[in-house]
């Protein structure tokens, strides 16, 4: 540590933050420890010589505090002290232009961020609430910049310092490579030397307090004359929010970020409504239809070397599941087509791709089932991702019978290929259960329909089997493979299968958009065949693969647009 005759380099600790965060007992932690000197917003009377703008104390604050930002950086900020380490509290709108650079590139960072919801509603004791005044904005900024020069700062949110202040500051301090000290945990109530001359404005709740006051359980209500505000400011709220290391939730502690299967689709664009957003940001309504009642439509398409295969025939049946349910409103097939390919372009994907391609009712204007609520129209979601194929299709995979049996036409027709998948989510529970690959679903006489994603086939004595599409959907896949049989000179039946038929194949495969034409080589225990993948298999997969490098609706370049 360099020593002068005003003293030894400190180490300079930053907090920045927006009004009301609870910053002010940040600082009175820090505070108390045996090992620093504390700074209450040093850059507050260049913020008001630059900007101009009125606070109660205005003139007394800059007839006393350095106004020159510069000097402040210099001369109050990073000058020798006798302590080891300098607090220094921001608000994150203090640092305007023309600020040295050395403010962000010297000492230690860090962000505290408190919900809008909850800075909000007291706002407005001593300067009228507005986006500039709020800053988050800028504390993005902050973040965004010490992200660019190597130094991204631990970000804390207010609620966890309320919910578990030891914990929090442990972590904090670890961050920030500091010991935590007990002492920080607890003050006396009442003013301190260490406040600006601004307290008797902001510091009233904060001179109360003896440590960190546990939140409310109940919150006070919101002022809805803010409400514009609040729908500016909670993004940025939530961008910071996505960088806390330890996120609480109303519905108990944090559970572990998971490993995603395919870590490339951590960042991706997907396709919401009428726009293209980020992963995180890819939200629909709480009115939308699709979270009211699993109200919509979908389909899934695959990406071949620059095309997508079969989009025709799935887009054909997208629309005749929408019209099957009446949806109104609904996109032109171009506008749809157009998304496609402007979200696939916009990832770069084109190969070993899979597209989720969905089709709600739309947003209600009110909660309920009926679709005369629907007014805005049907919401389309185009949600790519780097995806091969789901099942192991060189060595095979492992079903089960479930007990859960597929829709009968009566009830709800497998034909409408829609969201609600609830009795194939019941059977893939017991697939899961059981640690095999998929469940296989009967019919109510019990006879075999599909499994709860994929149609099935099997191979007896030479012929092969599947199941009529009454029970079943009948999927593009399928419907391919089914014509793939024909040419290459095998027998095709399509009739009622039962389960024995089933444990006595000679070969089976399932096929579906996701897995392509998957071989089973068990089911319910029983060895299929020799226990490898058949040569009827081989075949048709060798085949398959063939007219997916040969067909599909090409991509346009973006470099041809």
Known sequence: ???????????????????????????????????????DEPLYANFLRVTGVDRPYREELLSKMESDGNKVIEDIIYRPGNSKYRFCKHMSKHRVLGLTEDLMKKGKHFIL??????????????????????????????????????????VVDALELQQDPEATLWALCNDLEIPFQPAMLNWEAGPKPVDGL????????????????????????????????????????????????????????????????????????????????????????????????GDSVWEGLRVYNGKIFKLEEHLDRMFDSAKALAFENVPTRDKIKEAIFKTLIRNGMFDNSHIRLSLTRGKKVTSGMSPAFNLYGCTLIV?????????????????????????????????????????????????????????????????????????????KRGHVLTSHADYCLPGITRATVMDLVVKEQFILEERRISLSE???????????????????????????????VGPVTRKLQAAYKILTEQSGIPIPNYLET
């Not at 300067?127 to 010490?146: D, H, K, Q, T």
């Not at 909670?234 to 109303?250: A, Q």
């Not at 709800?412 to 690959?437: R, V």
Request: proline share 8%; with cysteine.
């Open 1 to 39: 540590m360099a020593e002068s005759e005003h003293g030894v380099e400190v180490e300079v600790i930053h907090l920045w933050s927006t009004p009301r965060s609870l910053s002010a007992t940040v600082m009175y932690s820090f505070a108390q420890r045996d090992d620093i000197e504390v700074l």
């Open 113 to 154: 961020i408190r919900n809008p919801l909850d800075i909000l509603p007291s706002f407005d004791e001593v300067v009228p609430p507005s986006f500039f005044e709020l800053g988050l904005a800028e504390l993005v900024c902050i973040y965004n910049e010490l992200c660019e020069i190597g130094k991204p700062p631990p």
């Open 198 to 293: 601004w307290a008797p404005w902001w510091y009233k709740t904060v001179h109360k307090s003896t440590g960190f006051k546990e939140e409310r359980k109940y919150p006070q209500p919101f002022p809805f004359s803010l409400y514009d505000l609040l729908e500016q400011s909670l993004p940025l709220y939530n961008m910071l929010r996505r960088h806390v290391k330890k996120k609480s939730t109303l519905l108990g502690p944090p559970l572990p970020t998971p490993d995603l299967p395919f870590p490339a689709n951590e960042k991706l664009l997907a396709w919401v409504g009428d726009e293209i957003v980020p992963r995180e940001t890819a939200k629909v309504s709480v009115f939308d239809s699709v979270v009211q009642g």
């Open 383 to 459: 949600l790519a991702e780097w995806k091969p194929a789901v099942y192991d299709n060189e060595r095979g995979i492992v079903l089960v019978t479930a007990t859960t049996r597929r829709n009968s036409p009566n009830n709800l027709d497998s034909k409408i290929h829609h969201n609600n998948l609830l009795n194939n989510i019941l059977a893939k529970i017991e697939g899961n259960n059981a640690k095999a690959d998929d469940a296989i679903m009967l019919d109510k006489d019990g006879y075999v329909s599909e499994t709860n994603a994929t149609n099935m086939f099997i191979v």
């Open 502 to 532: 089933v444990h006595t194949a000679d070969e089976i495969w399932t096929t579906g958009t996701m897995g392509e034409l998957s071989p089973v080589v068990k089911v319910d225990g029983r060895t299929i065949g020799n226990g490898e």
